[in-house]
């Protein structure tokens, strides 16, 4: 069965660091996702993706955040420079139309 | 920022009887609701959803329930399992393309054996 795969699992990196996290959405999905889960509360939404283009982004979602699709099967998450809140898992999704959306097993983000 | 609350953190039920999970909404916006399951370490999984025209969708042991005018719905497991132990969580979205989800805090199920 098609899944969204994300890597790496787990990231630790020094704040102020750059990193990226990568997906490889599920192969004839359209619209991508980036949602994020801090420890102990919910699952929030980041950002989502359509047509080589961000569609909605949350306030979360400040200019240190950027997505790209730099080919046909990956979407990255960059964060330029890492501060500690950032910590948190990074959900991935796809999803082929506006309905059931499809979550990848998360990269776990730990700044020191 | 509470548009969708699961006010019970947990559940616990014995293998064989029903787990019902409880959700509440506040947007008006929101017309399809999902319920996802969630392992520790693994990423949310698709269960079973509803559209706002619809008040009931059921799929083998899982049946969700929607209530418009209270804003309410509710995931019902007949018989519950121990396997279905795991944090489920309610989402909501408005209808259209490339709609965000939004998610309540989750409930830990625990079913025993």
């Known amino acids: 069965e098609p899944e969204v795969t994300q890597t790496p699992s787990h990231q630790v990196t020094q704040m102020g660091q750059e990193v990226i996290l990568r997906c490889v959405p599920i192969?004839?999905?359209?619209?991508f996702y980036w949602y994020r889960q801090i420890l102990g509360q919910k699952v929030e939404f980041l950002v989502s993706?359509?047509?080589?283009?961000?569609?909605?982004k949350s306030e979360i979602f400040d200019d240190q955040f950027s997505v790209e699709r730099p080919d046909g099967s990956n979407f990255t998450l960059k964060i330029r420079s890492t501060k500690l809140e950032d910590s948190a898992m990074y959900f991935c999704?796809?999803?082929?139309?506006?309905?059931?959306?499809?979550f990848g097993a998360g990269t776990r983000l730990s700044v020191l | 920022d509470q548009q969708v609350k699961q006010n019970s953190p947990s559940l616990s039920v014995q293998e064989g009887r029903i787990s019902i999970l409880n959700c509440d909404y506040t947007?008006?916006?929101?017309?399809?609701f999902l319920w996802y399951k969630k392992y520790p370490a693994e990423g949310p999984t698709f269960l079973i959803s509803?559209?706002?025209?619809?008040d009931k969708n059921e799929d083998g042991r899982f049946t969700v329930f929607l209530n418009k005018s209270a804003k309410h719905l509710s995931l019902h497991i007949v018989p519950s399992q121990p396997g279905d132990s795991a944090v489920y969580f309610c989402?909501?979205?408005?209808?259209?393309?490339?709609?965000?989800?939004?998610f309540g805090k989750g409930i830990t199920l625990s079913v025993r054996p």
């Open positions: 509803i559209s706002s025209i619809k």
């Open positions: 999704a796809s999803t082929p139309n506006w309905e059931i959306q499809y």
């Open positions: 947007n008006s916006m929101f017309d399809y």
């Open positions: 989402a909501a979205s408005p209808t259209g393309a490339n709609s965000k989800l939004t």
């Open positions: 192969s004839n999905h359209l619209y």
């Open positions: 993706f359509y047509n080589n283009e961000i569609s909605e």
